[in-house]
């Protein structure tokens, strides 16, 4: 749980320090939302070989428009998420749906080209509206790379 507490620091050093006593080198640090969007951090370990995403929870007026964005949203995924469930369709709530795809898109080359070739596990983490956006990332970014669905989704935590 305080791997998703983090992501609520305001301060890029504060955050930096709890990640260094950690054995993780932060890689990304944004804090900046819109609806739609959730603040976040990216870290790395590397004598653990782990990466770490973590998600903050509703904070702002746009994360609270991002809460309202409740209608229920079909989405096709490029592939199923499991060989136990073959449908390509889910249904999520639209904000969070729309913040999973956001950092889908921004993450997936990165976790794609560089961690997954190095043999990184990727860890999603987060708290509230952060939480629900790392379980829509995780399936999406499942969807989208072969090497996290089926034997090899040791990478995916």
């Known amino acids: 749980m305080e791997y998703a507490d983090w992501a609520y620091d305001d301060h890029r050093a504060d955050l930096k320090d709890k990640l260094e006593k950690m054995s993780f080198d932060l890689l990304r640090f944004d804090q900046s939302t819109e609806p739609g969007r959730v603040g976040h951090y990216i870290a790395i370990n ?3 070989k782990v990466v770490l995403i973590g998600l903050k929870g509703t904070s702002t ?3 609270v428009l991002t809460d309202i964005m409740g209608d229920g949203a079909d989405y096709y995924l490029e592939s199923p998420f499991d060989e136990n469930y073959t449908s390509k369709q889910i249904r999520a709530h639209e904000g969070i749906l729309t913040a999973a795809l ?3 898109d921004e993450t997936q080359k990165l976790i794609e ?3 997954l070739p190095c043999k990184y596990r990727v860890l999603i983490t987060g708290h509230s509206l952060g939480a629900g956006t790392a379980c829509l990332l995780g399936l999406l970014l499942r969807s989208r790379i072969s090497a996290l ?3 090899c989704k040791e990478y995916l935590e």
């Open 113 to 115: 080209k560089l961690f």
């Open 102 to 104: 956001t950092m889908a």
């Open 46 to 48: 590397h004598v653990e």
């Open 61 to 63: 007026i746009s994360d």
């Open 149 to 151: 669905r089926g034997d």
